[in-house]
């Protein structure tokens, strides 16, 4: 997905890095997600904002749909969710969350991964998903408590700030709490809003693997890194590796999503 006109910096364009940067801890929200939202077999499903298709193949692997259509605005992520083997089975095309390019009550079930904080107009992204679900239809999204600064990239983060360096909020953030998103959710005229968090733990093979993957050039953090003099750069690794780094050289950590579902109305 896209960021927002004031956050332009937040450009998902590159397909293979943000498949390394992101896949691993969509893939694991993913997957209690589906298991908490439940879905009934042989339902048609939108995946609003697919980016590299992760969250779109768990559905087809674990979901037993009829058919799966899936958008998001970047071509680069379309093209890299299309090569994959769930391509086959799934209709990928770009589009904007803000205006669905699907008729009206649709589908059984429209879902959003890790998406809804960077849609410039969240509260109109919720609306079109709302149109196109079939009465009852089950509406869900999950997104990282950037609120709580549990997001995959918090180590980063934390560690800059230990520097005294200044670092942007992520768009939405505030958007992220729990609170918020029942709200939202009940706002947009959904049924039966529930909520509940997601904790993942993602391990790496060792620290570059780590650093390498969650620094993608696209990345604000990974811009902020480069621009840190070499001396502060080697104190903000070192700060970071005693975050993360294991007895055995691996890294492990925990990241959280929130995670709202409810009901369209009749």
Known sequence: MTGSAGDAAYRFDDGAAYERFMGRWSRGAGE?????????????????GCGTGSFTELIVDRCAPSAVSAIDP?????????????????????GDAQALPFAGRSFDVVASALVLNFVPDPE????????????????????WDFAAE??????????????????????????????????????????????????VTSRFSDFEDFWISQTPAFNPIARKIAELAMNDRTRLIEAVRAKVLRPDGSVEYVARANAVSGRAPG
């Open 32 to 48: 209690v997600f589906l298991e908490w939202l439940a879905p009934a077999p042989g339902a048609c499903w939108l995946d609003v």
């Open 74 to 94: 970047e071509r680069a992520q379309i093209d890299h969710a299309s090569n994959r083997p769930v391509g086959q089975q799934v209709q990928f095309r770009v």
């Open 124 to 143: 109109l992204a919720l609306l079109e998903m709302v149109r196109v679900a079939r009465s009852g239809a089950i509406v869900g999204a999950y997104v």
């Open 150 to 199: 549990l997001s995959p990239t918090w180590p980063m983060r934390l560690g800059l700030r230990e520097l005294g360096v200044a670092i942007a909020p992520t768009p939405g953030a505030e958007n992220s709490r729990l609170s918020a998103l029942k709200t939202s959710f009940e706002h947009a005229g959904l049924k039966d809003v529930t909520t509940r968090s997601i904790d």
